[in-house]
């Protein structure tokens, strides 16, 4: 199962259709084309030392538990993932909602609410799959080593996706230039 597959698995998709406004299948395609965008903008990041470390704090500071016994959206602070996407993104955030609105006709609005429902999700997530919090400091580079080889295994591994590091055909293509523009 690939990690988009497992976070999807955590998401209640009635809680969130009922959210968004739209039905469980609109929303199921929404997340489908979200969580790979927010993944590889994350790995993008990951890849220089002082992005790496910044998101092993950020991780760090993230609970698990949200993910225990499914996520209830009313728990996740979207103050806090509104915050996750534009460090995740940057200065090419607008650009990222634009693309992820027009591939499959989601909408700009729809990602909009989306991205800030899912950020944290794949926060708690990271830090389970991290270790329970984020915080492996074996040495300065490790965490960059670390975190960036969870990053490329999570996207990488078991999907149905090729190439584009789990970001897939036309939307990693729309996405490649744009992802890794977040700050670090």
Same mark, same amino acid.
């Given at each position: 199962?690939?990690?988009?597959?497992? $976070?999807? +698995?955590?998401?209640?998709?009635?809680?969130?259709?009922?959210?968004?406004?739209?039905?469980? /299948?609109?929303?199921?395609?929404?997340?489908?084309?979200?969580? /790979?965008?927010?993944?590889? #903008?994350?790995?993008?990041?990951?890849?220089?030392?002082?992005?790496?470390?910044?998101?092993?704090?950020? $991780? #760090?500071?993230? !609970?698990?538990?949200?993910?225990?016994?499914?996520?209830?959206?009313?728990?996740?602070?979207? +103050? !806090?993932?509104? *915050?996750?996407?534009?460090?995740?993104?940057? #200065?090419?955030?607008?650009?990222?909602?634009?693309?992820?609105?027009?591939?499959?006709?989601?909408? *700009? #609005?729809?990602?909009?609410?989306?991205? /800030? $429902?899912?950020?944290? $999700?794949?926060?708690?997530?990271?830090?389970? *799959?991290?270790?329970?919090? +984020?915080?492996?400091? !074996?040495?300065?580079?490790?965490?960059? =080593?670390?975190?960036? !080889?969870?990053?490329?295994?999570?996207?990488?591994?078991?999907?149905?996706?090729?190439?584009?590091?789990?970001?897939?055909?036309?939307? =990693?293509?729309?996405? =490649?230039?744009?992802?890794?523009? +977040?700050? *670090?």
């Amino acid at each position: 199962m690939s990690a988009a597959d497992d $976070i999807l +698995g955590q998401v209640p998709l009635a809680q969130l259709a009922a959210q968004l406004g739209v039905d469980e /299948p609109t929303a199921r395609q929404a997340v489908r084309q979200a969580l /790979p965008a927010l993944l590889g #903008g994350m790995q993008a990041n990951a890849r220089d030392e002082g992005g790496a470390a910044s998101l092993a704090e950020a $991780i #760090g500071q993230h !609970d698990a538990g949200l993910l225990d016994g499914g996520v209830d959206l009313d728990q996740v602070d979207t +103050g !806090d993932g509104a *915050k996750i996407v534009r460090h995740v993104f940057g #200065g090419n955030t607008d650009q990222v909602v634009n693309q992820l609105g027009s591939a499959g006709d989601l909408g *700009k #609005g729809l990602v909009q609410k989306l991205l /800030p $429902i899912l950020a944290p $999700i794949v926060m708690a997530y990271l830090a389970r *799959k991290f270790g329970g919090g +984020g915080q492996q400091q !074996d040495s300065g580079e490790g965490q960059g =080593g670390g975190l960036g !080889d969870l990053l490329g295994s999570v996207l990488g591994g078991g999907g149905n996706n090729q190439a584009g590091g789990g970001l897939g055909g036309t939307l =990693g293509d729309l996405l =490649g230039g744009l992802l890794g523009g +977040g700050r *670090k």
